[in-house]
């Protein structure tokens, strides 16, 4: 974040204060250019410092299936069960106390989680398999058909 304080005066001096380092330079134009390329050069160090720093955060979604990926970036179900979440609990409106709500939202998440699991498939139990398992490991006899049970 760049900050400081301007003059009228060209011959005065500016601080600019940024998150690491105070430079001063005189408020003319080939000052003002070298003071813009030195912050953005710092800005894009540390740009680069930080998706250095979150490179496998980024790149965990790749671990999976490629038919995955796009359900892993999407927020839509969390988002979908907040707001199902919300409107249950504004029909109750007041409730008793802190456990009358743990009840309520945690059979709101017991009913989502069945839909997910037997009318809602988000992911193919094929996939999930190879997640699991391995891929090009066989599915153990079974395991497919108890997952969706």
């Known amino acids: 974040m760049v900050s400081g304080e301007q003059s009228t005066n060209a011959e005065e001096e500016t601080t600019v204060t940024t998150e690491r380092m105070t430079l001063e330079r005189p408020l003319e134009k080939s000052g003002a250019t070298d003071l813009l390329r030195e912050a953005a050069?710092?800005?894009?160090?540390?740009?680069?410092?930080?998706?250095?720093?979150?490179?496998?955060?980024?790149?965990?979604?790749?671990?999976?299936?490629?038919?995955?990926?796009r359900q892993i970036a999407s927020t839509n179900p969390l988002e979908r069960l907040n707001k199902e979440i919300k409107r249950r609990t504004d029909v109750e409106g007041i409730f008793p106390n802190e456990d009358a709500i743990v009840r309520l939202v945690g059979a709101l998440l017991a009913e989502q989680t069945d839909e997910w699991h037997v009318?809602?498939?988000y992911m193919s139990l094929e996939t999930l398999a190879q997640v699991t398992y391995g891929e090009g490991t066989t599915v153990p006899a079974g395991a497919l058909s108890a997952a969706s049970a």
């Open 119 to 121: 009318t809602r498939r």
């Open 41 to 69: 050069e710092f800005l894009l160090q540390r740009l680069m410092e930080l998706e250095v720093e979150a490179e496998e955060d980024v790149l965990a979604h790749m671990a999976f299936p490629r038919e995955h990926w």
